[in-house]
């Protein structure tokens, strides 16, 4: 019987993953979780870069703690550079780019504009994939029409294809199994309009499972971990610090174990 998190199905295609859509399609959520799933089964010499320079709320960066602990190396703006939300292009992600081993997923702001980085680094990049995260009940990418177009400015912004899809369809604590597999409706649809694969659909992790069972392509749980600073900072409670190590502690024992 086919499971969530498929660790075949969930393996990057190429040294270097891109991870990109349109504003407020979840990318970042994506990012982590993704690349937590990766070091929980293993894959060695994982690297997260952020590369957000549109969204000051949801970076990869504020879950630097918690990838760290699973064993990944994060860059990003340093010390007090870490709120920054100027783009700080680092000379440590093209050495990254440039290097033969490890893997590494590279989370890019939204739209064309925070695809717009990536051309910095025309010229870097070897074997890769460009993913875009398509969340089907969010505003643009709600219709094949609309999907479809920020694909395409995203790459005309980029100077880099697309190579395949990913399903976030959610509506956040209201998400439902039907509504995920309805998301994964629509991208498939846009994969075929534009010859792209579905890479893997995600969901929540207590829906992971009855999704899986009904869908074709891998299924990446998700645990919500990225957080407004409004809705941090009331979470800087016992209940809130105490979910946030457990997740570390999770990373440190499956980095362990």
Not at 24 to 30: A, Q
Not at 67 to 83: D, K, L, N
Not at 201 to 223: F, K, Q, S, W, Y
Request: hydrophobic share 45%; net charge neutral; with cysteine.
């Amino acid at each position: 019987m086919k499971t969530p998190a498929s660790e075949d199905g969930l393996l990057p295609l190429a040294r270097v993953a891109i991870v990109t859509g349109n504003y407020g399609s979840g990318k970042t959520e994506v990012s982590v979780n993704w690349v937590l799933h990766l070091a929980r089964i293993g894959v060695p010499g994982l690297t997260i870069a952020d590369l957000d320079i549109v969204n000051p709320y949801f970076r990869c960066r504020e879950a630097a703690e918690l990838m760290s602990a699973a064993g990944v190396r994060v860059i990003a703006p340093p010390g007090e550079q870490v709120h920054a939300e100027l783009p700080i292009l680092l000379p440590e992600i093209k050495g990254t780019l440039q290097r033969a081993d490890g893997t590494a997923l590279l989370d890019v702001g939204g739209d064309d504009v925070g695809a717009r980085v990536l051309a910095s680094f025309a010229g870097f990049f070897g074997a890769h994939e460009m993913l875009q995260v398509v969340n089907a009940y969010r505003p643009f990418t709600d219709t094949l029409a609309g999907a479809c177009r920020i694909g395409e400015e995203i790459e005309a912004s980029s100077r880099l294809k697309m190579t395949g899809l990913i399903s976030n369809a959610h509506l956040q604590d209201e998400t439902t199994v039907d509504g995920i597999l309805r998301g994964a409706d629509l991208a498939r649809r846009v994969g075929a309009a534009r010859g792209l694969p579905l890479r893997f659909v995600t969901a929540p992790r207590a829906l992971a499972a009855e999704v899986a069972a009904r869908l074709p392509e891998p299924v990446l749980p998700i645990d919500r971990i990225m957080l407004p600073p409004w809705k941090r900072t009331s979470t800087t409670t016992a209940r809130g610090q105490d979910r946030w190590r457990a997740l570390t502690e999770v990373c440190r024992s499956d980095r362990n174990g």
